[in-house]
């Protein structure tokens, strides 16, 4: 029998969790959210939905994963309630689909890193061009995936820690760098008004659902990803106060990364609401208004964190699938991370086809009768992080409350913190599991379900109501 590797310290679990958790979504996802729902409104509800909604879920990932020492499917086995398995299996799917995206994406960053280091600011311009090249595209994703299945290979104190107590700690160092410099930078000033003085007449019910579904996806949960790396975290850690810290660090660091985007965005005189170009198009034509050596330092610099903060991400998508491949399937621990790594890279190979290089998959398919075809891409998110995730975190919250329940909960929380049992936090998180977290994600459900495959927009029949 292999003895379970664990992360060796405290710190090494937060913070490989948190790397994890911070990632495009915080850096790349957050900011153009906040710029499309309207600024600092929907930063206070990203706050509210982190803490309510998210915290509990995060907690109960950890303790089911702490007390089995299993994988996210063998987990639920473990627990003895095998039905429940398929909340493991579809987060492995989901795990599958969503690196074979993410990948993509960080490959973009990393492009974005190798093109500004030579000096190239003009690929700001041919954000297109360059997402339809599909030999760079193909082999920026195959480094990166590769990169990724390194560390996963390394083992989990040895990969995953010791690359994320490196790669964290310098991801932060850069961006308050960034910040500061952005500071400094003529009509700074009118960004971070954008971004932190609230208009609440901005939001929308809209809002409020991107707010919350940024918050899911952005603190890694509803696959089993915390399931995994709660599987790895030793029986004298205090969970529920650890999590506490990673959705600190994690909004912490989405929040920084505000203060550096929106002065950059403002100096230039760009509209905030850019969408999914807010970094990739526009940012490298800021950077070169710094001049050629600043610009070159700033923009290189700031990809290169991208890379980093998708890197550690990727890394907890792909443990999922492969600590699956190793508990269940009893496969070693290179080959299961070197064979889910090519997997999952063939698995992306129309996504990367489909952001401009065949017609076919860009334009692929009109989901719930609407008249515009979605790329191959825009399909699996929908998919994947619309559908699964939101689908997860419902079961894991019904399976957490109704099947596992609560004593049970408290107990594997108390291991580790003897003064869980009747503190303050324990109700907030029963409380919260009970009737919050549900109840949000089956109406997110009924909502996305409704609206990206039978074509029904429920959010706008709402708001027409209070009109
Ligand atoms: N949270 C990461 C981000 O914000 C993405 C991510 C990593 C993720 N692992 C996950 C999302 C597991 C959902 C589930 O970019």
């Not at 590769?146 to 083992?155: C, E, H, M, Q």
């Not at 086809?353 to 998959?361: D, M, N």
Request: overall charge neutral; charged content about 10%; some cysteine.
């Amino acid at each position: 029998m292999v003895i379970r590797d664990h992360f060796n310290s405290r710190i090494g679990f937060i913070l490989a969790t948190a790397g994890s958790a911070v990632g495009l979504g915080n850096i790349w996802g957050f900011p153009f959210s906040v710029g499309n729902g309207g600024g600092a409104a929907f930063v206070v509800m990203y706050l509210i939905f982190c803490f309510i909604l998210c915290y509990p879920i995060m907690v109960v990932e950890f303790a089911i994963g702490r007390k089995t020492q299993k994988d996210a499917v063998g987990a639920f086995v473990a627990l003895g309630y095998g039905k429940w398995k398929f909340i493991g299996i579809m987060g492995v799917f989901a795990g599958v689909f969503i690196l074979s995206f993410y990948n993509v994406i960080a490959a973009w960053a990393f492009g974005y890193f190798l093109e500004i280091v030579r000096g190239n600011f003009s690929i700001g311009d041919s954000f297109a061009a360059f997402t339809a090249d599909w030999k760079r595209v193909g082999s920026l994703s195959f480094i990166f995936m590769g990169l990724t299945a390194f560390i996963v290979a390394r083992g989990v104190s040895a990969g995953i820690e010791v690359a994320t107590k490196i790669l964290m700690p310098t991801l932060f160092l850069i961006i308050v760098g960034l910040v500061i410099y952005a500071f400094t930078l003529p009509n700074a000033m009118q960004g971070i008004e954008f971004y932190l003085v609230p208009d609440f007449s901005n939001v929308t019910i809209s809002t409020v659902y991107s707010a919350l579904g940024q918050a899911f996806f952005s603190l890694s949960l509803g696959m089993g990803a915390l399931i995994t790396y709660g599987s790895y975290v030793q029986k004298n850690q205090n969970l529920a106060r650890s999590g506490v810290a990673i959705v600190l660090v994690d909004v912490g660091i989405a929040f920084t990364a505000g203060l550096m985007i929106f002065p950059f965005v403002f100096y230039q005189g760009l509209p905030p609401n850019g969408g999914m170009g807010l970094i990739f198009a526009t940012l490298p034509g800021v950077f070169s208004t710094l001049g050629s050596i600043i610009g070159i330092v700033i923009g290189a610099v700031f990809f290169l964190t991208l890379s980093f903060a998708a890197l550690t991400s990727t890394v907890s998508l792909l443990e999922v699938p492969v600590a699956y491949v190793i508990d269940e399937l009893k496969i070693d621990r290179t080959r299961a991370a070197w064979g889910t790594a090519l997997l999952v890279f063939i698995v992306g190979i129309p996504t990367m086809l489909s952001q401009g290089a065949v017609p076919e998959l860009s334009q692929f398919i009109a989901l719930g009768g609407s008249q515009v075809k979605i790329s191959f891409m825009a399909l699996v998110v929908n998919f994947a992080n619309n559908t699964l995730l939101p689908l997860g975190g419902f079961f894991i919250a019904v399976f957490a409350v109704y099947v596992w329940r609560k004593e049970n909960l408290n107990a594997e929380l108390t291991v580790g913190d003897p003064d869980f049992s009747g503190s303050l936090s324990q109700k907030y998180i029963s409380f919260c599991l009970r009737y919050v977290c549900p109840v949000l994600l089956g109406l997110v459900l009924i909502v996305t379900i409704s609206q990206t495959y039978f074509g029904l927009n429920l959010l706008e029949k709402i708001e027409a109501l209070f009109a």
